[in-house]
């Protein structure tokens, strides 16, 4: 059936709104199963100025943030297969910031498109440095003394999570992920995540934790209807 201008001039005014109602979307909640671990708090004795930050009271690790029902935060959910072959997806603009404060890296796991700005902050006015260690993409050293407030850096090729580190403070640690798309979600302590604006397909989802590794899950969607997938890490005892 043919549309008349009318209808047609309405597509083409409405066009962003046609084609976000067609958009599906696929959220969740990632959860911790079994015995909490008792991790040790951060010790940050080896610098005075770090510790005083604290008040003297070491805080806690970033390694598992759990919420109300075990829920999990600092977990890379993403797209891993099922999106069209060859189409391209335009570098985000925004830069990511990554703040040095506290003597910690803020925040503790995140995402970035290829080519994004990567623009680390140096909150605390002390020496610090930001050592990325990708093996897809080169890897830096760079020093950040109590002079140098921001530097900005970028990422040219899509690779999986990996390490940065301080070594002037040996229990500052992050972990970045690069994506050739904008499909990734990291979690806060209540677990949530959501991968919107997906065309119709199936679709493979990684859930990254930095000691726990991965959980993998397929899903499909059609339209603009939205499907849950939930996942469940658990502690090396308990999954035996």
Same mark, same amino acid.
């Given at each position: 059936m043919r549309l008349s201008p009318p209808r047609i001039?309405?597509?083409?005014?409405?066009?962003?709104?046609?084609?976000?109602?067609?958009?599906?979307?696929?959220?969740?909640?990632?959860?911790?199963?079994?015995?909490?671990?008792?991790?040790?708090?951060?010790?940050?004795?080896?610098?005075?100025?770090?510790?005083?930050?604290?008040? @003297?009271?070491?805080? %806690? &690790?970033?390694?598992?943030? *759990?919420? $109300? /029902?075990? =829920?999990? @935060?600092?977990?890379? %959910? &993403?797209?891993?297969?099922? *999106?069209? $072959? /060859?189409? =391209?997806?335009?570098?985000?603009?925004?830069?990511?910031?990554?703040?040095?404060?506290?003597?910690?890296?803020?925040?503790?796991?995140?995402?970035?498109?290829?080519?994004?700005?990567?623009?680390?902050?140096?909150?605390?006015?002390?020496?610090?440095?930001?050592?990325?260690?990708?093996?897809?993409?080169a890897p830096f050293n760079m020093a950040m003394p109590p002079t140098v407030k921001e530097s900005t850096k970028s990422f040219g090729k899509a690779e999986g999570m990996f390490m940065i580190k301080c070594d002037v403070h040996p229990w500052m640690s992050s972990y970045a992920g690069v994506f050739a798309h904008p499909y990734f979600s990291v979690t806060k302590s209540d677990g949530k995540f959501t991968l919107a604006n997906l065309e119709a397909g199936t679709y493979q989802l990684e859930a990254w934790h930095e000691k726990l590794g991965v959980q993998k899950a397929s899903v499909t969607v059609a339209g603009s209807e939205t499907k849950t997938v939930d996942f469940k890490f658990s502690s090396p005892a308990a999954a035996k």
């Open positions: 001039a309405l597509c083409l005014v409405a066009g962003l709104v046609c084609g976000a109602a067609s958009a599906a979307t696929i959220t969740g909640t990632v959860t911790f199963d079994g015995k909490i671990p008792n991790l040790k708090p951060l010790d940050m004795g080896a610098d005075a100025a770090c510790a005083k930050m604290h008040g @003297g009271k070491p805080p %806690v &690790s970033d390694m598992l943030v *759990l919420g $109300a /029902g075990n =829920t999990m @935060g600092n977990i890379m %959910v &993403s797209v891993a297969g099922g *999106l069209a $072959a /060859g189409k =391209t997806y335009p570098a985000a603009t925004t830069p990511v910031v990554m703040d040095q404060k506290g003597c910690r890296y803020e925040p503790h796991v995140f995402g970035l498109t290829v080519n994004q700005p990567f623009k680390v902050l140096n909150s605390d006015g002390i020496l610090h440095n930001v050592h990325a260690l990708p093996k897809v993409n």
